[in-house]
C-alpha cells in the first residue's frame, strides 16, 4: 500500500482521549504488564493523510490568524468530493453550510423543525451522541428498535415506525446512515421505503452521514437526500471529514441541504449563537483531506478496515462461544451481544467488561447504546494491534 496504515502511533501524552482518558474516564488502568490497547472512543489509531497536516503547516507560516471567510475552495472540493465518491448531481455551494459539529446540527435542525418536549423518532441501537444532545434540548426520543433478519442482518421495522409516528405525533427523525453502532450501509429500496413512509406522514428527516466514506467490502453508500425529489427536500443531511480523516480534535463539520426554506431557517438558528465559525486550521484541514491523496488513502484505510473486520468477526465465531455480531458494512466498530456468555457463565456484563480492561483492552459499554448486555470495539488499528487484543481477550477474558 502507498499509505502506511501498520505503525502503530504512540499518543501518549497527546491529547487523546482514547488514551489519556483510560483511568479517569473508563474507571481503572490495566492491570500491570499490559500496556492499552485503545477500542473504546470512535476515532482511529492511523496517521491522517499527509496532505491534511502538509496543508495545515502550509497555512500556519503565515503570521496572522484573523477574522476571515470560507474560500471557494472549500466549498468546491466538498462539491467535488461527493460527486465522486456518491454520484451526487446538483449540489452547489449555496446548498453547503458549516456547522462545528454533526451533533450541534442535529439540534439546530430539531430547533426548527420542533418545539422543546415534541417527539423525535430513532433507531435503537442509537448512537449515545443523539440521546444526550436530544435530551439535553428538552426532546422526547421515541425509539424504534432495529432488528436482524434470519442473515443476522440489522433492519428497519417499517410497521413499528409508521405505528409510532401516527401514535406519537412524531414530524422529525433522525437518521444515522451509515447506522452507529450497527455499521448498517442501508440499502436504496431500504431508504426509499423510510422516505415514502417519512413523506406520508409529512416528518421531516436529519440525516448524519458522518460515517459515509467507511464504506467495507462491496458496499456502497446511497446519501438519503437522493433516492427522491422528496427525499431531496426534506432531509437535512450533516457530514464531516473528521471520522473519515481523524481529525475530530480541530472541530469542522457540514450540512447540505437544497431545500431553500430549510436552509434560510437552519443558517439562522445556527447563526444565533455567534459559536458557529470555522476554525482556519479545520478549513484548511478538509481542503487537504479532500485532495486526490484523499481519495486514495481512504480507498485503502477501507481495505484495511474490511480486513481487521474480518478478521474480528471470524475470530469472535470460532473462539468466543455465547459472543453475537452482525458484521458491520460500514464504520470501524462492532457491536457484540455477549447475553448468551454472560448467561452461560455466570458474569455480569459489568464484570466482563472490567475483564477487558484489566489486560489492556479498552472497549466501551454498550448499554448507553441501548445494547442491554452489549460491547462497542473500535477496529481502527493496525492489524497487528487488533491480533494483540483478540489474542489477550481469548486468553485471559472468554
Same mark, same amino acid.
Given at each position: ?29 490495566? *492491570? ?6 485503545? /477500542? ?16 495545515? #503547516? ?37 446548498? #453547503?453550510? %458549516? ?11 430539531? &430547533? ?26 428538552? %426532546? ?8 436482524? $433478519? ?19 405525533? #412524531? ?34 428527516? #436529519?440525516? $448524519? ?16 437526500? /437522493? ?9 437535512? !443531511?450533516?457530514? !464531516? ?17 437544497? &431545500? ?6 437552519? &443558517? *439562522? ?5 455567534? %459559536? ?31 480486513? &481487521?473486520?474480518?478478521? !474480528?468477526?471470524? %475470530? ?33 456484563? $459489568? ?43 481469548? *486468553?485471559?477474558?472468554?
Amino acid at each position: 500500500m502507498k499509505y502506511d496504515f501498520e505503525s502503530f502511533v504512540d499518543r501518549q501524552g497527546m491529547d487523546a482521549i482514547a488514551v489519556d482518558g483510560v483511568g479517569t474516564m473508563i474507571g481503572s488502568q490495566p *492491570k500491570e504488564g499490559f500496556d492499552v490497547i485503545p /477500542m473504546w472512543v470512535a476515532d482511529m489509531n492511523f496517521a491522517t493523510v499527509p496532505t491534511v497536516t502538509e496543508a495545515i #503547516i502550509e497555512r500556519a507560516k503565515h503570521p496572522l490568524f484573523g477574522y476571515f471567510s470560507a474560500r471557494d475552495e472549500y466549498y468546491s472540493e466538498i462539491i467535488k468530493w461527493h460527486e465522486t465518491r456518491n454520484g451526487v448531481t446538483g449540489l452547489t455551494k449555496e446548498c #453547503i453550510g %458549516y456547522e462545528n459539529g454533526v451533533l450541534g446540527g442535529v439540534v439546530s435542525a430539531m &430547533n426548527i423543525l420542533a418545539s422543546r418536549g415534541d417527539k423525535v423518532l430513532l433507531h435503537s441501537p442509537t448512537y449515545v451522541g443523539f440521546t444526550g444532545s436530544l435530551k439535553n434540548c428538552g %426532546y422526547d426520543i421515541v425509539h424504534s428498535p432495529l432488528v436482524k $433478519d434470519e442473515a443476522g442482518v440489522w433492519r428497519m421495522d417499517f410497521a413499528d415506525m409508521e405505528e409510532k409516528i401516527v401514535k406519537n405525533h #412524531i414530524h422529525v427523525a433522525v437518521m444515522c446512515s451509515p447506522h452507529n453502532p450497527c455499521g448498517r450501509v442501508w440499502e436504496r429500496w431500504e431508504l426509499e421505503q423510510a422516505m415514502a413512509l417519512f413523506a406520508k406522514h409529512d416528518v421531516y428527516v #436529519i440525516s $448524519d452521514e458522518i460515517w459515509s466514506d467507511i464504506i467495507l467490502g462491496d458496499h456502497k453508500h446511497i446519501p438519503t437526500q /437522493m433516492v427522491s425529489e422528496d427525499a431531496r427536500n426534506r432531509t437535512v !443531511a450533516l457530514y !464531516a471529514p473528521s471520522k473519515t480523516f481523524n481529525l475530530a480534535g480541530l472541530v469542522g463539520s457540514y450540512h447540505i441541504i437544497y &431545500n431553500p426554506w430549510l436552509r434560510d431557517r437552519l &443558517n *439562522k438558528e445556527a447563526s444565533l449563537s455567534h %459559536y458557529n465559525s470555522c476554525n482556519v486550521f479545520s478549513m484548511h484541514a478538509l481542503i487537504g483531506a479532500y485532495k486526490p491523496e484523499g481519495y486514495e488513502w481512504v480507498d485503502e484505510l477501507c481495505q484495511v478496515l474490511t480486513g &481487521n473486520v474480518d478478521y !474480528a468477526c471470524d %475470530y469472535i465465531r470460532e473462539h468466543f462461544e455465547g459472543v453475537e455480531v452482525s458484521k458491520p458494512q460500514g464504520t470501524y466498530m462492532l457491536f457484540l451481544d455477549c447475553t448468551k456468555w454472560c448467561e452461560k457463565n455466570g458474569k455480569t456484563l $459489568d464484570e466482563l467488561l472490567q475483564a477487558g480492561w484489566d489486560v489492556g483492552v479498552v472497549w466501551q459499554d454498550g448499554r448507553a447504546f441501548h445494547g442491554p448486555c452489549h460491547i462497542r470495539l473500535n477496529l481502527a488499528l493496525p492489524f497487528a494491534k487488533v491480533q494483540e487484543a483478540f489474542d489477550r481477550l481469548d *486468553k485471559y477474558v472468554f
